[in-house]
C-alpha cells in the first residue's frame, strides 16, 4: 500500500542519503527495504487487482489473496531475522486496506488509505514549509548532527529543504491527482496500475531528487579534509 511505503517515507526520505558520505548517491534499494520490501510494497497490491480480475469482481477473494501475501512476506522477513518495521507497517496497511473493502463491498476501497496517506503527506508537508519549518530539513539535520545548530537562521539550507520539502508536496499531490478520479469511478484495475507506477518508481526519484537539492556543496579543490 502507498499508505505503508511512502508512508514510511519521512524517515527514508533523507534516510538513504549517507552523513558521513554527502557526495555518495543515496542507495534506493535500502530505503524501500530491499528487494523484500520492494515485494512488500508491490506484490499485495497487485495480487489484489490480478485476483479481482480473476475472481470475476469478487472483492472478497481479492482481500483474501492480498492479505496472504501480506502475511507471507511478512513471515519471511521474520524468518530471515530483519527488522520486522517493513513487514508490519507493510502487512498493517494490507489488512486495513482489505478490511474497508470487505466492510463496503467496494473494491475501489482497498486503495483508500494510501490516498488518505498521500493527502496528509501533502498537507503536511506543504504546511511545514509555509509556517517556516520544512519537514525535509528536521530529517536531514537529525541525519547529519545539525539538529543543535541555528539550520533555519541559514537561507542557503532552508532554500534547499524548502525545496525538497516543495518535492514531496508535490510528489504526493500529483499521486492524488492521479487516483482519486480513478478511486471515485470505481476504476480498480486502473487504480490499482497506476498505484503501482507511482509507488517505488516514484519515490525512488523522489529520493534521488532530494539527495541532489539537500547535499552540501563538494568541497574546493585543495581544501583540506
Not at 139 to 144: F, R, V
Request: aromatic fraction near 8%.
Amino acid at each position: 500500500m502507498q499508505g505503508a511505503g511512502a508512508e514510511n517515507a519521512a524517515s527514508a526520505i533523507i534516510g538513504s542519503v549517507p552523513a558521513d558520505a554527502p557526495s555518495s548517491p543515496p542507495n534506493l534499494l535500502e530505503a524501500v527495504g530491499g528487494p523484500l520490501g520492494m515485494a512488500e510494497n508491490v506484490l499485495p497490491a497487485l495480487a489484489f487487482v490480478v485476483a479481482y480480475t480473476v475472481s470475476g469482481s469478487d472483492t472478497n477473494v481479492s482481500a483474501a489473496v492480498a492479505v496472504g501475501l501480506a502475511v507471507a512476506l511478512a513471515a519471511t522477513r521474520l524468518a530471515r531475522r530483519q527488522s520486522p518495521r517493513h513487514a508490519l507497517t507493510g502487512l498493517v496497511g494490507v489488512a486495513f486496506g482489505a478490511l474497508i473493502a470487505t466492510r463496503s463491498g467496494r473494491a475501489e476501497d482497498f486503495f483508500l488509505p494510501g490516498l488518505v496517506f498521500n493527502a496528509g503527506y501533502a498537507t503536511a508537508f506543504a504546511g511545514s514549509v509555509l509556517i517556516g519549518r520544512p519537514i525535509v530539513g528536521y530529517i536531514a539535520t537529525q541525519l547529519d548532527g545539525s539538529q543543535g545548530t541555528p539550520w533555519r537562521e541559514d537561507p542557503i539550507r532552508m532554500r534547499a529543504f524548502n525545496r525538497a520539502t516543495w518535492l514531496w508536496a508535490g510528489l504526493f499531490t500529483a499521486r492524488l491527482l492521479v487516483q482519486l478520479p480513478l478511486y471515485l469511478a470505481g476504476s480498480v484495475v486502473a487504480l490499482g496500475v497506476a498505484r503501482t507506477a507511482m509507488g517505488l518508481p516514484v519515490f525512488a526519484l523522489g529520493i534521488w531528487l532530494t539527495y541532489l537539492l539537500v547535499r552540501p556543496p563538494p568541497a574546493p579543490a585543495g581544501a583540506q579534509p
